[in-house]
């Protein structure tokens, strides 16, 4: 199957710093690349969908300043989040889609902040 | 607004025993629905996916069932092993490719 990566795998940073994740589609054309957020023992939310070359379109609550994301090729996703706090702590998921019908998702990026 | 809804929220059995999960959803305009599991501090892993014109899907042990019209689906699972012990999560697929989640199942499985 498809296979999406996500790097890091986890960070630590301190209060007030920008912290970049990078969302890889190894082996396949991303179209459509998505960004969710999880807390600890909930589920999934969408943060923002991106399309290559284009802005992307962020959910609703979800401030586009603070959580930066650049869809620049078929295959890279980045989501930068800027002036991190301690309540940005979360894990990050992406997902990558080529227009078909499926979502394959990546690892996760586990970002906590001091 | 879809929402989706996992009933139980965790669930714990002996080893050997065919469970089910259940999935409802409030809009029955759906693409598809996927089942995915989710271990502690992992990414997900999907498990099955069923498109909005199919009844059922199933992998090994695992079946999927599908009934868009009253808005719900199950996951069975049968003769469970401690191995199966993760978070399952629901998915539907409305508008574009958005996907909304299930709040997950929480299920373990003790040898």
């Known amino acids: 199957g498809a296979v999406v990566s996500q790097h890091p795998s986890w960070v630590i940073c301190k209060s007030g710093t920008s912290v970049k994740i990078e969302c890889r589609s190894l082996?396949?054309?991303?179209?459509?690349m998505f960004w969710y957020r999880q807390f600890p023992k909930q589920s999934l939310m969408l943060m923002a969908t991106s399309n290559e070359g284009s802005k992307a379109t962020y959910e609703q609550g979800v401030e586009k300043d603070k959580f930066l994301i650049n869809h620049a090729s078929l295959t890279l996703s980045t989501l930068t989040v800027t002036s991190a706090h301690p309540e940005d702590s979360s894990f990050y998921i992406c997902?990558?889609?080529?227009?078909?019908?499926?979502?394959?998702f990546g690892p996760g990026t586990r970002l906590t902040v001091l | 607004k879809q929402e989706v809804t996992q009933i139980p929220a965790a669930l714990s059995v002996p080893e050997g025993e065919n469970l089910v999960l259940n999935c409802s959803f409030t809009d029955s305009a759906i693409y598809n629905l996927q089942w995915f599991r989710q271990d502690p501090g992992k990414g997900l892993t999907s498990l099955l996916l069923?498109?909005?014109?199919?009844r059922e899907q199933t992998s090994g042990r695992l079946n999927a069932s599908l009934d868009k019209s009253s808005g719900r689906s199950t996951l069975y699972i049968a003769a469970s092993q401690p191995g199966d012990s993760a978070t399952y999560l629901c998915?539907?697929?409305?508008?574009?490719?958005?996907?909304?989640f299930g709040e997950g199942t929480q299920l373990t499985v003790n040898p």
């Open positions: 997902s990558a889609s080529s227009g078909a019908n499926e979502q394959f």
């Open positions: 069923i498109q909005s014109s199919q």
């Open positions: 082996d396949f054309q991303a179209t459509t």
């Open positions: 998915a539907v697929r409305t508008s574009g490719s958005r996907l909304t």
